[in-house]
């Protein structure tokens, strides 16, 4: 693998429940030789089916602002009130590393940060939900949120949907079959380049 593949960055950001995660497990599942997920640091809680490492690496308060201290993150935002999430320099280099390719699943403003540091050698998608409405039934029907947060998520789409334009590439999640095979065909030719 050559040196200028090691150091790309694929980034795909959506407001929860645009079915993102799907995409991202599906595009990770169709190019396992070049990809690997970043595993984000963050302080919200383990959902029911998630593992620690594998999901997130789930840690408190204080450890996450010792991250912040030692300037371990290349990004991290409170991303909901209270809660931190954050990409860590050691999972990106690790990933790179093992000659792969890093897919960071994180938020918008996290999503510009990144691409602010890192430029052409970072391939940003937003997957763009085909309406609130949608979104809000999604995560409804995903049962993992309560009421309060499920509003609390909604209230951010909104905002978030306005950022698209400052993204590589907007990817409509109408169909998850056809939208993945879009990112997938999207980031072929990027670490193909
Ligand atoms: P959830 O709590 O549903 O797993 O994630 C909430 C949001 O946080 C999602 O939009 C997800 O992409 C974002 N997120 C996850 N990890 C990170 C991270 O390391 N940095 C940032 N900025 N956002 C993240």
Do not use: C
Request: aromatic fraction near 8%.
């Amino acid at each position: 693998m050559t040196e200028s593949v090691q150091h790309k960055i694929i980034i795909l950001t959506a407001p929860s429940g645009a079915g993102k995660t799907s995409v991202k497990s599906r595009l990770l599942n169709t190019l396992k030789k070049e990809l690997s997920f970043s595993v984000s640091a963050t302080t919200r809680k383990m959902r029911g089916n998630e593992k620690e490492g594998v999901d997130y690496h789930f840690i408190n308060e204080e450890a996450f602002k010792e991250l912040v201290a030692t300037n371990s993150f290349v990004e991290w935002e409170m991303v909901y009130q209270g809660l931190y999430y954050g990409t860590t320099i050691a999972e990106i280099n690790r990933i790179w590393g093992e000659g792969k390719v890093p897919v960071l699943d994180i938020d918008v403003k996290g999503a510009l940060n990144v691409k602010k540091k890192y430029g052409n050698d970072v391939l940003s998608i937003f997957i763009e939900p085909p309406s609130i409405e949608v979104l809000k039934e999604r995560l409804i029907k995903r049962g993992t949120d309560s009421e309060e947060n499920i509003l609390m998520r909604i209230n951010k789409a909104g905002e978030e949907i306005s950022y698209k334009s400052m993204f590589d590439r907007v990817v409509l999640n109408d169909d998850i079959e056809r939208a993945t095979s879009e990112v997938v065909a999207l980031v072929q030719q990027f670490i193909a380049n």
